[in-house]
């Protein structure tokens, strides 16, 4: 079956970086959409960043715009996530998801996406 494993969260102080990367198996990943997502305690889960299958379409999520990159590597089957000036309000666990041919405008919406990793903490203080 389908394999999302997230790495490289951890606690770190405002203002601060990390890189959460998340390795997916036994699926077709150079055609795949993925996307990352978040929820801090006691709210849904949100979009964070999306980037299509050629990654010539990424999305992000308003809030972390000039701040978070996402990027994949289809050799490594890798997609990451660069988070820079990290604040309070990023605190959450962070999940990368996978899904197949996605329209451009669907890639930020939870329901678009078939697979789902179990998650990183991302603790900003």
């Known amino acids: 079956h389908v394999q999302l494993v997230e790495s490289g969260g951890g606690s770190v102080q405002a203002g601060g970086s990390l890189r959460l990367s998340c390795k997916i198996s036994?699926?077709?990943?150079?055609?795949?959409?993925l996307g990352w997502f978040r929820q801090a305690p006691g709210k849904e889960r949100e979009a964070v960043a999306s980037?299509?299958?050629?990654?010539?379409?990424?999305d992000y999520v308003d809030s972390v715009k000039g701040r978070f990159n996402i990027r994949r590597d289809n050799g490594q089957t890798t997609v990451y996530l660069e988070m820079n000036s990290l604040k309070p309000e990023d605190t959450a666990m962070y999940y990368c998801?996978?899904?197949?041919?996605?329209?451009?405008?669907?890639?930020?919406?939870?329901?678009?996406?078939?697979?789902w990793g179990q998650g990183t903490q991302v603790t900003v203080s």
């Open positions: 998801a996978a899904a197949g041919a996605v329209s451009w405008w669907l890639l930020l919406q939870e329901s678009s996406y078939n697979y």
């Open positions: 980037i299509s299958s050629v990654g010539l379409v990424t």
């Open positions: 036994r699926l077709t990943f150079s055609s795949a959409c």
